[in-house]
Nanobody, 118 residues
């Protein structure tokens, strides 16, 4: 089992920044991918960004150039720095953990609300 605890959501004006953090604990594998998904009201959950333990990254087109994902392997923590936020970034953001070979996340955090006002 892997537990994921997120922090850092909140309310920000358009153009502002927020940083999300997610700490993983439990049975952490030596090879894994951590990431962030989001779900806006009335929309499907979508991948925002993910990062392998070796720091290979993958971003949704909608956030490229504005969001940066990073991780601290010693702390089993992943971060999402979100800059130039837009109202359409408003969503619940979920931290995820995916084992090697898995096509979808094996574990999800409880979610943290990000609200961007115009």
């Amino acid at each position: 089992q892997v537990q994921l605890v997120e922090s850092g959501g909140g309310l920000v004006q358009a153009g502002g920044s927020l940083r999300l953090s997610c700490a993983a604990s439990g049975s952490i594998a030596s090879i894994n991918t951590m990431g962030w998904y989001r779900q806006a009201p009335g929309k499907q959950r979508e991948l925002v960004a993910d990062i392998t333990r070796g720091s290979n990254t993958n971003y949704a087109d909608s956030v490229k150039g504005r969001f940066t994902i990073s991780r601290d392997n010693a702390k089993n923590t992943v971060y999402l720095q979100m800059n130039s936020l837009k109202p359409e970034d408003t969503a619940v953001y979920y931290c995820t953990y995916r084992r090697m070979g898995a096509l979808t996340p094996n574990y999800w955090g409880q979610g943290t609300q990000v609200t961007v006002s115009s």
